[in-house]
């Protein structure tokens, strides 16, 4: 079957025999973006973590064939290094990563929860991020998580005072 | 309770069998007697055969590039504990070049530098400390030399700056003056800066894969593509020792996108175009297995209980304890059986054409990687070039890559480049687990409240027999398992009377390295033990383990340690607004650790809110990533020891899958990490496994001061 999608700002199409195939798979394999990442295949861990129309998805197991029509965000498409989402940014201020495999999934997880409360508290990161960090990074974590509320926030000042 | 002051009968101490049930006989030979295995045991302990790479030619080790950077062929594997970022601080200060001229990349078998000893065991940085800075300080002379040539002038007369060599009126970039050379003045070894002079060594420069890891650049195992790739896939028993006798496939040739079963006397794969198309493949292949048995959690345990197997006494001072004796107090202990539960599985991309062959693979063992798919490939070992990626976690899983084998005879068989991974009920069940342990601990204060006699009694499964890591020799001559004694050593030595003694069990499944080795488990029995044992003493567990330690070069590391974290924690036994703090200590592979937890009981589960370290591992070449080494150690320290936990049912390893493998999540991590790092001495020494050992006592040492409970058995669990 013939399936449309819209990957980090571009439109695709992609040839595929099973639409039951997880949507991982086609955005690693067919789309050859590698940046969202295998852990368990079960939801289970969230490093396959991106963004289906702003929502966190584990899309390892997330068929493909769900994802006719949608818009996708991957790591690549999330912020790059000469504009980095403000949750990269702190990621980087804070030296969040260890072997690092975990952390797509947790910046995907995280600008996702950044969307929906823009200050969260520590009780609503302990409700919200939820993946597997098998290196232990979650103290930086938490504070990078901090840091980036406080970098979107001082994004979006600017630009409404810009816009003003 | 919080009056610690009053005595604990011996009764109450012998809360779970105790010895008069299970009789500890250490008949054990006593490893000291030789002096072959004195030496040995020294070595291994202290990690000194850290590197067994090469030492004495730069070119192996860098490149300088057209546009004036220089690559840094790293011998050891970048698996996240930032050794990369360390080596480039050590390269850029001997090259006197900025830190951003510096890239490090994984050397590759064809490339060169392979390091005979693996990357594990916390010594990557420490090993490399003296070879890498001579490598660099000797290339830096040699690119002297030659723009002293070229500019015909003295070496003395030429200055270095930020990779440019300037005599005279010329500026010449290292790149202009290696242009052309095939043949170089080598100097005698230089000497070495003084740590004072260094710019970029002792600071906390950013880790240099940051942005990699931060953009999501494909630099894993399981982001290696080749063209014409196919998708291998190797079916696994889900029993304990099931040996393969053989495989119906005519179901699984037949499906979509197959491209090749293919039968080995030892395993059966499918090749596929597609992931999907190998894994339905793979699940209509019925294989016929001899499952030799159907063990269940209570066997394994009664199998690792001390008094079974081999023993070897591995300490001894004075005379053993009496049982008989009133005052002699023991107490049992146990570690569950533990998985690696790295997020990247194993996996493996192999390309075999005729006689050459390419793997590129997240491995820890890249020289042995290429050793296993030469042999079973009958391929030159030249011919076969192991390319190391980023590991996306190694904690000691990927020092034993089969599956490389696997995939290699798989491309062979089509022709094609096989990439093949485990899926996560793979990983569980065909982990090389961390063993279980079960510990006695026996002691008897004498009359000033001070131990008169130690003994620790342990068995594990094996950690370093049969591995790859160590010389296969050394395991045999020192007739003890050097991974599952590190920690079992009591650092007490003012004790008179010592004994630690290891008994050995080999289990019907594989186990092996998990960061930290025995380090977690013994020191988890150990320094309970010695909490229990100040308890009874009525003296404040501090105080209790200072007074113990003897004032030798390691006794004062050891000793500043436990005061540091003791002050920055502001120690205290009471219980104040619902919390109370536990202490432990250790010594891992020389470095000294001390950490408090502070945790309180909610809803009946323990909850860690601070955890204070105090560390020496000499000179920290990037102290914050010592840092971040610490903070990742006691977050996974913390996870062994309060939540995770394979079981065996039916001849099955259980559970399957993160979740039910229960392991430590944002919310358990403590929200508060003060870390204080110690420099006893002027080399650096082991960082990446040593804050892995106090966690597990000082949380149970902190539930016996708020509950009572002298928690036995990890995980640690209050019902
Ligand atoms: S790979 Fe999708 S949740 Fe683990
Ligand atoms: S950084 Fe290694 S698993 Fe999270």
Redesign the interface.
Known sequence: MTISLNVNGISQTVEI??GN?PLL?VIR?LL???????????A??G?CTLHIDGEAVRSCSYPVKLAKGKTIT???GL???EN?HPV?QA??EE?V????????GF?MATAALLDKIPEPT?AD???N??????????????KAIHKAAELSKSIETVKSENDA | MPNNKKKISRRKFLVRGGLGTVGVVAIGSYIFRNPIRRQILGMANSMDMAYMGDTGNPMLWFEITKENSILLHSPKVE????TFTSLAQMAADELEVPMHLIQVVHATTATGNIDGMSTGGSTSVSGLWQPLREMAATLREMLTLEAAKKLALQPKDLVLDKGTITGGNKTLTYAQIAEGVSEWDVPETPTLKSLKDYKYIGKPI??V????????????G??A?MPNMLYGTVVRPTKIGAIFEGADISQAEKM??VVKIVQEPDFVGVVAT???AAENAKNNISVTWKTPNNLNTEDIVAMMTVGNGKSTIIQKEGSALDEEEEEVVSLEFRSPIGA??????NGVLASVEGTRATIKIATQVIGLTRKEVAERLELDEENVNVIPT??????GRRLHTPHAIQAAVMSKAVGQPVKY?F??QEEFQHDMFRPPTHHILKGKLNNEGLLEGLEHHFVSGDVGNNSAMIPSLLPTVLGADIGAIRGGFIQYTKIPNLRSTYWHVTLPFATSWWRSLGLLANTFAMESFIDAMAVKAGKNPVDFRLAQIEDDAAGKRLKAVIQAASDKANYQDDIKEGRAMGFAASVDAGTPCAQVAEISIENGAIKVHKVTCAMDPGVAVNP?QVR?QC??????G??AAMHEQMYVEDGTLKPT???PYQ?????H???E?DIVLLQGRDTPGAVGEPPLGPIGAAIANAVFRLSGKRLQEMPLKLV
């Open positions: 025999t099973d195939t798979w394999d050859d973006l590698k940046g969202t990442k295998f852990g368990c295949g079960k289970a861990c490093a991957t790591i690549e912020g790059n290094e980095p990269q990621w980087m030296i990563p260890q072997c690092g495999y975990c952390q797509p910046m520590d990161i302990d409700r991020i939820i993946n597997v960090c098998r290196c232990g990074t979650y103290y930086r974590m938490r | 698996m996240g504990q930032g950013p880790r894969d940051l942005g990699a890891k931060v953009f999501g650049d494909p630099i894993f399981m982001d593509t979509p996108g597609s992931l999907t690696h539960a790295q997020i990247e599985p980023y590991l996306g976690g190694g904690f991974f899926t996560r914050d971040a903070e990742g150690a006691i977050i996974m913390l996870s899958i993160y979740g392991m430590a999540l944002m919310k991590a403590p929200k990490i």
